[in-house]
């Protein structure tokens, strides 16, 4: 199920009639293939200019969070400097919404930040997603922790970190995704730059029956 979705860590395709990544990280090709890309923050296994560039073209939108505003990557990007892109950046506040029209999608940035860690505070507003792809809500987490605005998200798909250290750890995840009550739960964010391989699954044996759990790494 959900062939049309790629994970790696927090890098997240999601293909149909358009092509939308979430953090593209560790890409192995270039591809050029990007309609939309998401940016959830500045950490570099979320931010990876590199992997941007793979699969950024001439008419990429880039959104990200406005307390990126002044970062020369993606300056450089939508000013179209040598060897990059000429991307359309669109730069968000937690709690705005946006359509896109031309992908016929339309999306809200939510709040993402650690409530008992340092490691994502509040106040940088960063970011996850909640994003409407061809009649599926998707909510991509971002970095968080449990925090109010994560537990009155409304999706079908919930992508939720669940490695522990930076993020919630797969018990907190599962009591978000119990809490939110999307049809399917996916794990993200484990078995790589935090947590085990095992995490997943840990995860997934944790949700209430009437959510199914998808592993996708």
């Given at each position: 199920?959900?062939?049309?979705?790629?994970?790696?860590?927090?890098?997240?395709k999601i293909k149909g009639k358009h092509?939308?990544?979430?953090?593209?990280?560790?890409?192995?090709?270039?591809?050029?293939?990007?309609?939309?890309?998401?940016?959830?923050?500045?950490?570099?296994?979320?931010?990876?200019?590199?992997?941007?560039?793979?699969?950024?073209?001439?008419?990429?939108?880039i959104v990200a969070p406005q307390s990126?505003?002044?970062?020369?990557?993606?300056?450089?990007?939508?000013?179209?400097?040598?060897?990059?892109?000429?991307?359309?950046?669109?730069?968000?506040?937690?709690?705005?919404?946006?359509?896109?029209?031309?992908?016929?999608?339309?999306?809200?940035?939510?709040?993402?930040?650690?409530?008992?860690?340092?490691?994502?505070?509040?106040?940088?507003?960063?970011?996850?997603?909640?994003?409407?792809?061809?009649?599926?809500?998707?909510?991509?987490?971002?970095?968080?922790?449990?925090?109010?605005?994560?537990?009155?998200?409304?999706?079908?798909?919930?992508?939720?970190?669940?490695?522990?250290?930076?993020?919630?750890?797969?018990?907190?995840?599962?009591?978000?995704?119990?809490?939110?009550?999307?049809?399917?739960?996916?794990?993200?964010?484990?078995?790589?730059?935090?947590?085990?391989?095992?995490?997943?699954?840990?995860?997934?044996?944790?949700?209430?029956?009437?959510?199914?759990?998808?592993?996708?790494?």
């Open positions: 199920m959900f062939e049309n979705i790629s994970i790696f860590h927090s890098s997240i092509t939308f990544y979430f953090d593209p990280y560790k890409i192995n090709e270039e591809s050029h293939d990007a309609d939309v890309i998401f940016i959830t923050h500045s950490h570099s296994d979320h931010f990876s200019p590199e992997d941007i560039l793979k699969v950024a073209n001439d008419d990429t939108i990126m505003s002044e970062n020369s990557v993606l300056i450089d990007i939508w000013n179209g400097a040598p060897n990059t892109p000429v991307a359309n950046v669109i730069f968000v506040n937690p709690n705005q919404g946006f359509a896109l029209s031309q992908f016929d999608t339309e999306f809200t940035a939510i709040p993402a930040y650690n409530t008992n860690k340092q490691f994502h505070p509040k106040a940088n507003n960063w970011l996850g997603y909640i994003v409407s792809i061809e009649g599926t809500t998707y909510y991509v987490a971002g970095d968080t922790d449990i925090t109010e605005e994560a537990k009155n998200v409304k999706c079908d798909v919930a992508l939720i970190p669940c490695g522990g250290t930076y993020t919630m750890d797969y018990k907190e995840a599962a009591e978000l995704a119990n809490t939110i009550k999307p049809k399917y739960a996916i794990p993200t964010h484990y078995g790589s730059v935090a947590g085990s391989p095992e995490d997943g699954q840990r995860f997934i044996d944790l949700l209430n029956p009437e959510i199914e759990g998808i592993i996708k790494i």
